[in-house]
DNA sequence: ACGTTTGTTCAAAAAAGTTTGAACAAACGA
DNA sequence: TCGTTTGTTCAAACTTTTTTGAACAAACGT
């Protein structure tokens, strides 16, 4: 959706929920937002839901108002847990747990860069390591020599996003 | 792939094309780039074989080294086209156009934001509006406030997400 | 005018990604 | 212990996105 390439009409966001008024425009902002981040739709609509609930809600509480599986809520909880957008509510007697979401910026943004960007700069940073030595094996010396440059220019923009991540958690933070 | 939610193995990248060594290497790690951002694998494969090819290359090279069709390679080059990641090459008695990579951080990122990410952050900014007239219509004194605290942080994050943009694109800039 | 080369379009096929639901496990109270 | 509630897992079903390939069009040389 919104893809690059498609120009195919986008699936309307969904009726069969229990959603109502402002918790259905609430939902459909994240959905969008989630879909920018490439996560998946039931990710913003876990969020969305607890992001507008004026109290911590329940699994349960997830499947019904949006009409989604338990799997599909207990996996989106666990991938939001994991993004530090949402944690867990201690200490009311209760057996079923409670979530609410994390609402600070510096937060969703800080977890997103953990979980998402660095990852990826990881393993690209050890694929570049193999690339500098197989272009340094090219015989021909004009070649290599472009060879060569192209790879410090892609190391040159690993390292620059390495450091523009910080910057930006800063900017963000309160 | 690598999406957050599963755990299933990833297809290895192809073999069935006339790649080689570093060629294929290269395109490795811009499959997994563009991954990240979101972009199809072809995109990724085209735009890496055109940043490590010496010569400006045109879309039969293009389908013949990736072993795509054609189809893929036109769309591929019409969407990095669109992103400013690729240029015709001009002025070649040529009747084929000849394509190479634009190599600027700067322009890479500029490309990216202007087409991936401001359209979203301005349609996302309309129903943030049509959100705020939501909430205002809300009985519940109690539930209102509520409700426009929570549009208000949205509102935030935008406005926010929006000046940190000019401020990446100078700081990835030369 | 005609055949050839080059590139685009878009419906259908394939691939990738997401969600479901039934089976399972853990925690609890009676 | 046993039944109930709560939540997790994962293969299969489903949805969405990407790629293919055949038909088409434009541009060119002869």
């Known amino acids: 959706m919104g893809s690059i390439m498609s120009t195919l009409p986008e699936r309307e966001n969904e009726t069969s929920s229990s959603l109502e008024g402002l918790e259905r425009q609430i939902v ?3 959905v969008d937002g989630v879909k920018v981040l490439g996560l998946p739709r039931s990710i ?5 839901v607890l992001f507008i609930s004026p109290t911590p809600l329940a699994l349960d509480d997830l499947v019904e108002k949006l ?18 957008a949402v ?10 747990t409670y979530f609410e979401p994390a609402v600070e910026l510096k937060r969703l943004v800080g977890g997103f860069i953990r979980e998402q960007v660095r990852p990826h700069i990881e393993s ?5 390591n193999k690339l500098a030595e197989a272009a340094r094996e090219e015989p ?7 060879f060569q440059e192209r ?10 996003g390495g450091q523009v991540l910080p910057l930006l958690q800063r900017i963000l933070g309160e």
Chains 1, 2 share one sequence.
């Open 44 to 48: 913003g609509e876990i969020y969305g």
């Open 67 to 84: 009409g989604i599986s338990k799997g599909s809520a207990s996996q989106g909880l666990r991938a939001l847990k994991g993004l530090g």
């Open 140 to 146: 021909d010396p004009e070649r290599r020599a472009f």
């Open 124 to 128: 690209g940073k050890k694929k570049i």
């Open 87 to 96: 944690r867990e509510v201690e200490g009311n007697g209760e057996r079923r």
């Open 28 to 30: 459909d902002v994240f």
């Open 151 to 160: 790879v410090e220019r892609i190391d040159n923009w690993t390292r620059r």
